[in-house]
């Protein structure tokens, strides 16, 4: 029973850093449509920031994160730009394309810059632990959790109480209304877009905290976004919260009970068995065009 009770508070503190880290994703999905394929990238990216100031200050990294997020911000808003703003004059489906070239030019730049070798940042708690009785609560697992949800909670006060959020709300349910009340659709956009991004300023620096990483590891972390907001329902913050404690607690129940080695495998299988059984997600059409607005 005691395995079973620290198996589930794991995968839950995973999940909620697994939240925070596909809420950029889902929202821009839900406001613009634009399946965001540079996510894995910018994670990565934010890791990296926090990384190398935690290496030069010596500061937490997880409250570097506010640093990371900030700086996420700006990249957002010159990716938005310079790039999703132009092609989706374009051809709105091609956004698909260039955000995927985006990530693999990024990819390369990173490995530039930094190399390829592993990386992490190990701050004095990142293997201390709390315990409560039997039961042993990972430090670094459990701050990180708790920024994240934080800055879920940060995000979503923003989209609910702000004239910026209620602008980005009302471009999400119909940008011509939005424009005849006199609100400005492209700039809501790019403030979403890099709102969207900054949040994975955090997300990146709880991924340093939390696992070595590499300019390449945008891959697997691409892969678990996909999953998790597949499970929720594109689009829908609700969702994509719940799908990310379901892929947490999946995860930590495989590597506990099966084989550590298949907890890798198990977003594409989440993924694959969603779009067989319920392609809309667990969350279904209503609630994913709701989640959008929230």
């Keep these: 029973m005691t395995l079973l009770v620290q198996t589930l508070i794991f995968g839950g503190l995973i999940g909620g850093v697994y939240a925070l880290m596909s809420s950029g994703f889902t929202l821009i999905f839900g406001v613009m449509g634009v399946i965001n394929l540079t996510q894995g990238l910018l994670l990565i990216t934010g890791a990296y920031i926090s990384w190398w100031l935690w290496d030069k200050t010596g500061v937490d990294p997880l409250l570097l994160g506010a640093c990371a997020s900030v700086i996420m911000y700006g990249v957002g808003w010159l990716l938005y730009k310079s790039v999703i703003a132009r092609v989706q004059r374009i051809e709105p489906g091609l956004t698909l394309v260039a955000t995927f070239a985006v990530a693999m030019v990024g990819e390369g730049v990173i490995a530039l810059v930094f190399g390829t070798a592993d990386h992490s940042a ?107 907001v597949v499970l929720g329902g594109l689009g829908s913050l609700p969702g994509a919260a719940a799908g990310a404690a379901l892929l947490g607690l999946g995860e930590s129940l495989t590597s506990t009970y099966w084989d550590v080695r298949w907890a890798t495998a198990v977003p594409y299988m989440l993924i694959l068995l969603v779009l067989l059984l319920r392609p809309q997600g667990l969350f279904g059409a209503t609630l994913r065009r709701e989640g959008a607005r929230a």
Excluded at 202 to 221: K, N
């Design 122 to 228: 190990t701050p004095g708690y990142s293997t201390a632990s709390f315990h409560l009785g039997s039961i042993t609560v990972p430090k670094a697992q459990l701050y990180a959790c708790v920024g994240a949800l934080l800055v879920l909670a940060a995000l979503y006060t923003m989209l609910r109480a702000t004239f910026m959020g209620r602008a980005i709300r009302a471009c999400a349910s119909s940008r011509s209304g939005a424009e005849l009340v006199g609100i400005d659709v492209e700039r809501s956009m790019a403030q979403m877009f890099a709102i969207g991004v900054a949040t994975t300023g955090f997300g990146g620096s709880a991924l340093a905290v939390l696992y070595q990483f590499l300019p390449d590891s945008q891959d697997i972390w691409i892969g678990r976004v996909l999953c998790v």
